[in-house]
């Protein structure tokens, strides 16, 4: 008979998956604000606005109108039709629908994109720091996250020169997401051919996370999606329409993998979220088009008061971010360990950040993560409790 510690064991692919730092300072934070305080959150990815309420309206009608089975497992064939849509009117490409597959969210895209591309020890070049869940997904899946320390003079984003350089033997793929978390840098169009480029020259693939696009400011990006079909592209509905609980997203794929995509996509999911999608089918509409235009006029305007703000309390912001709802702060002249700085600016300021530790190996003491989740005023409130907190006063 197995002791319970035999029982209790957890496979060893779980070594290599850390705890989001971020929720440790959401549960901190919950108990700083059981105590009795206001607590700014500047730590979660996700902005403060509702879901547009003509894509509610859409959930509404068609809970009350349709049966809610399981749907293909690419997803509709109308909202399909509706991204295709939406590469057309707004980056003047053509994406066939066929190429399009709706998934769980960006992190269900990307899970299969990986599942369909990685065998055991395959490496994916990264940039250093990003988002932590693409390193645990390569892992999950067997294969070996090579994250490359990118920094302001690539504008934190990894270059074809930095990919050729760290290319081996075992290289399968580069990643990119653009604009990136945590440093809401883009990256530039000429980088995103050259990896494709490469990825083509050595056999491999590149992939984009366009996922906060929409999210720009004074300037639209353009979709990887351009630089040929054997690009993959991740894309989700959780930001711009600010339906990150609704969890759907979207991947374009290489026209001959759909259908291996489907097949584990079948498996692994069955179908994406049936309600979740006649809802997205209202996203395109001028009407939440109109909406979400009009909020991230609202985040471009926090993001010009919070980068000069951190500036003027001794934080250094490099590259000023173009996209996203992400400051990536360097606070080395105010403490040399980023993570207790995070914990005292929660537990004497009340005010939740991310400390950089959540975003990879490449100097996360430096940095703090600043999301502009949170309205201009309750910014000004979060910069003046820091302030005097570092003046001695909190
Ligand atoms: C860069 C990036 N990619 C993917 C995701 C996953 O998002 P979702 O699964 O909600 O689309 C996130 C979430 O914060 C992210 O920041």
Not at 83 to 99: D, L, T
Not at 313 to 331: I, Q, S
């Amino acid at each position: 008979m197995n002791d319970l510690g035999d029982r209790l064991r957890v496979a060893a692919r779980m070594a290599h998956i850390e705890p989001f730092e971020v929720m440790e300072i959401q549960s901190l934070a919950r108990e700083v604000e059981a105590r009795g305080h206001d607590v700014i959150h500047l730590e979660i990815g996700e902005p403060d606005f509702r879901t547009p309420q003509p894509v509610i309206d859409a959930a509404k009608r068609a809970l009350d109108d349709t049966r809610m089975y399981y749907t293909s497992a690419l997803g509709m064939a109308a909202l399909r039709e509706a991204i295709s849509g939406r590469y057309r009117s707004h980056y003047g490409i053509e994406v066939p629908a066929s190429r399009i597959v709706v998934t769980a969210g960006s992190s269900a895209a990307l899970l299969l994109a990986f599942g369909v591309l990685l065998d055991n020890g395959d490496e994916v070049l990264l940039a250093d720091p990003g988002y932590p869940c693409n390193r645990h997904f390569v892992r999950t899946l067997g294969g070996v996250p090579r994250g490359i320390p990118v920094g302001p003079e690539s504008r934190y984003q990894l270059t074809t020169a930095l990919a050729r350089r760290h290319w081996g033997a075992r290289t399968r793929m580069a990643m990119v997401a653009s604009p990136a978390n945590p440093t809401g840098t883009l990256a530039a169009r000429e980088e995103v051919a050259g990896l494709a480029a490469l990825a083509r020259e050595r056999g491999g693939t590149l992939l984009v996370d366009e996922i906060y696009h929409g999210l720009t400011y004074g300037m639209d990006a353009r979709s990887a999606a351009e630089e040929g079909d054997d690009v993959y592209v991740v894309n989700s509905f959780s930001k711009y329409f600010q339906m990150t609980g609704w969890r759907l997203g979207w991947l374009v794929a290489p026209p001959a993998m759909v259908r291996t995509i489907e097949t584990l996509a079948q498996n692994l999911f069955i179908s994406p979220s049936a309600v979740a999608q006649h809802a997205a089918l209202a996203c395109f509409s001028p009407e939440t088009l109109a909406i979400t235009e009009a909020r991230r006029a609202e985040l471009d305007q926090r993001r010009r008061f919070l980068v000069p703000a951190l500036e003027s309390l001794g934080f250094r912001v490099p590259v000023v971010p173009e996209g996203a709802f992400y400051v990536y702060a360097d606070c080395s002249s105010l403490s040399a360990d980023s993570f207790a700085l995070a914990r005292r600016i929660l537990t004497e300021a009340h005010v939740a950040v991310t400390p950089g530790k959540d975003f990879g190996m490449h100097e996360p003491e430096r940095h703090i993560r600043f999301a502009y989740t949170q309205t201009v005023p309750r910014l000004e409130e979060a910069v003046a409790r820091i302030r005097r907190l570092l003046e001695g006063k909190a």
